[in-house]
C-alpha cells in the first residue's frame, strides 16, 4: 500500500495473514508533523511484518482530471493547472516509477500472491494508481498472482469502468475484524496521521480482485456490482465547496478534453 493507514483502510482482512506488510511514502515534505507523526505510528504498528519505505510522498494528489483523467505509463497525468497540494512535484511522481520498481523488486521476490491498490485508487488517488502502475509491471516479469481492493467512490468509477476488463471474479467475502481496525485506526488517530474522516465505520467484508494483464472476454471479467461502494460520512466532499473557482472549471475541461481522447 502507499501510505500509513491505507493497509487497514483497504486491506485490512488481509493483514494478519501476510507474511510482509509494504508501506511505501513516509515523509510529507513541507509537513514536519505528519512526518515524524508517521514515524511514531510505524513504531508503535502491532505487526511485525510491517516494512515501511519512509519515502517522500510526490503532492500530486487530485492533480488528475477526474473523472475523465489521462492515464499514463507510470499512473495519472498531474495536470500543473490542477495542483492542490504545497507539495506538488510532478517531476518526482514521473521520476518515482522507476525508483519504485527497483525498491520493490527484491521485496516481491518468491512471493505468489500480492495485495496493492488498484488502478482507479480506490477513492481516487494518484500515488495509489502509480503503486498499481508498478507492482502490475514487476507482476508481469516475476510471475505472481496481484490483486487488488475491491472498492470504488463516484470519483473513480470512471476509471474504475474503464479498467475492469483486466481483472477476474471477485474473492469470496473476507472478514475485517472491526476491533482489529480500530485498534490500528487509533495509532494513526493518536500521532495525527489519520488520513481519513474519523466517523468511519468499515463494512463487515471486503473482497479482492484478481488483475489478469492480457485482459478477459465478455462475461468473464468482474462487473460494477463487484466491486463494493466506499460509505463517506455525509460532509465528506464539503471540502471542495472551498476550492478556487478557476481551478474547478480548469478541472472540468481537462476532464471533458481527456473523456474526448479515450472514448
Known amino acids: 500500500m502507499a501510505h500509513p493507514d491505507d493497509e487497514v483502510l483497504w486491506a485490512c482482512s488481509a493483514l494478519r495473514a501476510a507474511e510482509r506488510i509494504v508501506l511505501v511514502y513516509g515523509e510529507w515534505p513541507g509537513a514536519p508533523r505528519i512526518t515524524e507523526g508517521r514515524r511514531v505510528a510505524m513504531a508503535e504498528f502491532p505487526l511485525p511484518t510491517l516494512d515501511w519505505l519512509a519515502m517522500p510522498e510526490s503532492g500530486v494528489f487530485d492533480s488528475a ?38 525498491i520493490l523488486r527484491p521485496r516481491l521476490e518468491g512471493f505468489r500472491n500480492v495485495i496493492a491498490h488498484g488502478p482507479w ?29 475491491a472498492y470504488v467512490a463516484p470519483k473513480s468509477e470512471a476509471l474504475m469502468r474503464r479498467n475492469l476488463r483486466f481483472f477476474g471474479m471477485p474473492t469470496p467475502p473476507m472478514p475485517i475484524d472491526a476491533a482489529f481496525a480500530d485498534e490500528i485506526a487509533q495509532i494513526y488517530k493518536r500521532t495525527q496521521t489519520w488520513t481519513w474522516p474519523d466517523s468511519y465505520v468499515w463494512p463487515e467484508t471486503e473482497r479482492f480482485l484478481p488483475w489478469v494483464a492480457e485482459g478477459l472476454a465478455d462475461g468473464q471479467w468482474a462487473t460494477p456490482a463487484d466491486v463494493q461502494r466506499i460509505v463517506f460520512p455525509a460532509d465528506y466532499d464539503a471540502w471542495r465547496r ?12 481537462l476532464s471533458w478534453m481527456n473523456g474526448r481522447k479515450v472514448g
Not at 473557482?245 to 475541461?253: M, Q
Open 65 to 102: 482530471s477526474w473523472p475523465a483523467v489521462r492515464e499514463t505509463e507510470y499512473g495519472l497525468y498531474p495536470h500543473p493547472a490542477l495542483r492542490l497540494l504545497q507539495n506538488f512535484n510532478p517531476q518526482q511522481y514521473r521520476a518515482q516509477f522507476g525508483k519504485l520498481r527497483a
Open 121 to 149: 485508487g480506490e477513492y481516487g488517488h494518484e500515488e495509489h494508481v502509480q503503486l498499481f502502475r508498478v507492482v502490475a509491471s514487476l507482476a508481469a516479469e516475476m510471475g505472481f498472482q496481484l490483486w487488488v481492493p
Open 242 to 253: 472551498h476550492l478556487p473557482w478557476r481551478r474547478e472549471i480548469a478541472r472540468k475541461v
